[in-house]
Nanobody, 113 residues
Framework: QVQLAESGGGLVQPGGSLKLSCQAS????????MGWYRQAPGNQREMVAM?????NYADFVKGRFTISRNKARSGVYLQMNNLKPEDSGVYFC?????????WGQGTQVIVSS
């Protein structure tokens, strides 16, 4: 069984920073791609950043967020700078492999003064 565990969410003021971490455990520890999605209340889950053969960012985070991955391809990180209230939501880690997609439980980010 594969599990992805996120950490690093919390409450931050507008303009502040947070770093999210995601670590895989279990049988499959290496993914072809890992990344982050987010979901705000009443909204669909949306891609934030993916790290695979290439790195892709959603337009709304370009220049503010940076995704990175460990060499073992079992962990992924998201450095979020200059956070805005509209960045609030639950951030989910995803790991993609030939066996399928795996999701974490999510970590909440609240950007508010």
């Amino acid at each position: 069984q594969v599990q992805l565990a996120e950490s690093g969410g919390g409450l931050v003021q507008p303009g502040g920073s947070l770093k999210l971490s995601c670590q895989a455990s279990g049988r499959l520890l290496s993914f072809d791609a890992m990344g982050w999605y987010r979901q705000a209340p009443g909204n669909q889950r949306e891609m934030v950043a993916m790290f695979g053969a290439s790195i892709n960012y959603a337009d709304f985070v370009k220049g503010r967020f940076t995704i990175s991955r460990n060499k073992a391809r079992s962990g992924v990180y998201l450095q979020m700078n200059n956070l805005k209230p509209e960045d609030s939501g639950v951030y989910f880690c995803i790991g993609r492999s030939r066996a399928g997609d795996y999701w974490g439980q999510g970590t909440q980010v609240i950007v508010s003064s």
